[in-house]
C-alpha cells in the first residue's frame, strides 16, 4: 500500500517536518509532483535542512528516496541539493533513485517562465520563477527533454533543439529578460553530470515490485491543494496536480493501492505568491502571525501573507483528496491570540454558501467568521494531548466536526520533537 502526505491549504503547511518524522514506519519516501519550486523544511539535533527536490526521507538510514516520473527536475539545484547533504553519510547512489521518465528544466525554461510573468505584469502568479510552468507545458506539449534522454548518445542535440526553439519562443514576449545563455549553460552541464552519477530507474515497475514484496511506501506531496492546477485558485496556482490524483500519475499507483491520505494543514493560513485568500489578515494579528510563525519562503525568502484558518477551503480540500486523517501545524504559533477565528461559511455573490465556489476574488466573496476563545500557555513542551490546553483542543474538535476527520498528529513547533500523536 502507499500512504500519501499531501498540503491541503497553499503549500508551506510543514510536509518536510512531518515526512522526516514518519520516515521510520516507511522503507520508501517518493515525490510525485512539482520541483524546485519547493522548499520542505527538517530541523532536528539543532540543524536545519531545506529540501527542493529530494524527499523528505533522505536523513534516515534506511529508506530509499524516490523522485518519481511527475516530478520536474533542475540539474543546477539538483547539484546544490546533494552539495549541502555533503557531511552527512549518505549513500545516494542506493538512497536517492531518479524516474527516467520525470522531465527536466533546461535554463530556457526559466527564462521563459521570467519572460511570462514579467509580460503578465500586475496580474503576475507571483512564481517562484523555477521554470516550472513551462517545463510542464513542454511535457503536455510533447515537447519535454526527460531524465533517460540523458541516458541517450545524442542527448546533447535533443538538449540544443529545444533550447533553440525556447529562445525564438522568448523573442516572442514583449519584454526584454537579460541573460548570459553561456553562464547558464555552463552550470547546467555541471549539474547533469552530477545527476548522471545517480541511479535513474523505471520508478513505477520498481513501486510496483517493492508494493508486491511487501514494501511500505509514503507519498510525499509539494506545494497544497489550492495551488493544483484543476482544483486551486486558477490561475494564481502551480502548474502540477498537487492533489491525490496526481500521487497515481506522478508515481504509476492504481488508485485502489493508496492506503491513509494524510492532509496537512497550518492552525492558520498562509500564501506566498499573489492570488485570492478570504481570511487575509492586513491588521496586527495578521503581521504577528507572520513574526512568531517566521513565515519567509523556504525557497523565495519572500514574507508569507497570514490569515485565519479557513474551514470553508480546508473542508473542500479534505473532500476533493478523501483525506483520512489530519495534521496540524504551528498550533504553538497561535498561542497568546485571546480570540481566534475561523471561517465557517462564505457570502457568495448575496448567498451564504459551505462549498468551496467557482471564484473567490474579494469582490465575490466576504467570510463568516465564528469565535473561539484563545490559550494563553506555552505549548511547545506538549508532547501528549493531555499536555495542552482545553481552549487548543475545543479549536481541534471544531476542526475535526467540521471537515469529519480525525487530527491525528499535532506539531507545536519546527524540530522533529515537537509533535504530538494523537
Ligand atoms: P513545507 O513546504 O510544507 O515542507 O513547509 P515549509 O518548510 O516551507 O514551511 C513550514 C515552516 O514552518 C518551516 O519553517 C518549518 O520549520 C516550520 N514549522 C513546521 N511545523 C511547525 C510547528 O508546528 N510550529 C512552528 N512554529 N513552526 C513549524
Ligand atoms: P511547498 O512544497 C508555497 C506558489 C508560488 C506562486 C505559485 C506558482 O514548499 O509547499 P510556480 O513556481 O509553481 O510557478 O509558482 O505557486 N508556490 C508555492 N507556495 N509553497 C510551495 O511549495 C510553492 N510552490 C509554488 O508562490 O504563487
Ligand atoms: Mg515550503
Known amino acids: 500500500m502507499v500512504d500519501l502526505l499531501l498540503g491541503l491549504q497553499w503549500g508551506d503547511e510543514g510536509k518536510g517536518k512531518i515526512v522526516d518524522v514518519l520516515t521510520k514506519n516507511y522503507d520508501i519516501i517518493a515525490r510525485f509532483q512539482g520541483g524546485p ?26 529508506a530509499i528516496n524516490i523522485v518519481g516520473n511527475g516530478v520536474v527536475i533542475d540539474p543546477v539545484i539538483f547539484k546544490k541539493e546533494l552539495d549541502n547533504l555533503a557531511n552527512y553519510d549518505i549513500d545516494f547512489s542506493s538512497k536517492l533513485l531518479i524516474s527516467r521518465k520525470a522531465h527536466v528544466i533546461l ?88 545527476l548522471k552519477e545517480l541511479t535513474f530507474i523505471d520508478s513505477e515497475e520498481y513501486l510496483n515490485q517493492a508494493m508486491k514484496n511487501g514494501k511500505t511506501i509514503l507519498a510525499e506531496g509539494a506545494q497544497g491543494s489550492l495551488l493544483d492546477i484543476d482544483f486551486g485558485t486558477y490561475p494564481f496556482v502551480t502548474s502540477s496536480t498537487t492533489t491525490a490524483a496526481g500521487a497515481c500519475t506522478g508515481l504509476g499507483i492504481a488508485p485502489n493501492k493508496i492506503g491513509k491520505v494524510v492532509g496537512i494543514f497550518k492552525a492558520y493560513v498562509t500564501r506566498v505568491g499573489a492570488g485570492p485568500f478570504p481570511t487575509e489578515l492586513f491588521d496586527e494579528c495578521g ?28 473542508k473542500y480540500a479534505v473532500e476533493i483528496n478523501g483525506v483520512t486523517e489530519l495534521s496540524m501545524m504551528k498550533g504553538d504559533v497561535l498561542t497568546g491570540f485571546k480570540t481566534l477565528k475561523i471561517a465557517t461559511t462564505y457570502n457568495y455573490k448575496g448567498n451564504e454558501i459551505t462549498h468551496f465556489p467557482y471564484n473567490i476574488e474579494p469582490q465575490n466573496v466576504t467570510v463568516n467568521y465564528k469565535n473561539i476563545k484563545g490559550w494563553k500557555s506555552d505549548i511547545t513542551t506538549a508532547r501528549t494531548i493531555d499536555d495542552i490546553p482545553q481552549n487548543l483542543k475545543d479549536y481541534i474538535k471544531i476542526i475535526e466536526n467540521f471537515v469529519g476527520v480525525p487530527v491525528r498528529i499535532i506539531s507545536v513547533g519546527p524540530d522533529r520533537k515537537e509533535t504530538i500523536f494523537v
Not at 519550486?37 to 534506511?62: E, Q, R
Not at 507571483?126 to 527533454?145: A, C, V, W
Open 37 to 62: 519550486n519547493a522548499g520542505h523544511t527538517l530541523i532536528f539535533d539543532g540543524n536545519k535542512h531545506v529540501l527542493h527536490t529530494i524527499p523528505s526521507g533522505i536523513f534516515h538510514k534506511n
Open 107 to 194: 535554463p530556457t525554461h526559466r527564462l521563459l517562465d521570467a519572460a511570462s510573468e514579467t509580460a503578465k505584469g500586475k496580474a503576475k502568479i507571483g512564481s517562484t520563477l523555477k521554470g516550472i510552468g513551462p517545463t510542464y507545458m513542454d511535457k503536455t506539449g510533447r515537447n519535454g527533454f526527460r531524465i533517460g534522454d540523458f541516458e541517450l548518445d545524442n542527448w546533447k542535440e535533443k538538449y540544443d533543439a529545444l533550447t533553440k526553439k525556447h529562445l525564438k519562443m522568448l523573442s516572442f514576449f514583449d519584454v526584454k529578460i537579460d541573460y548570459d545563455l553561456k553562464e547558464l549553460e555552463e552550470e547546467f552541464f555541471i549539474g547533469v553530470k552530477r
Open 287 to 314: 503581521k504577528k502571525m507572520g513574526e512568531i510563525g517566521k513565515e519567509f519562503g523556504a525557497t523565495t525568502g519572500r514574507s508569507r501573507r497570514c490569515g485565519w484558518l479557513d474551514l470553508v477551503a480546508l
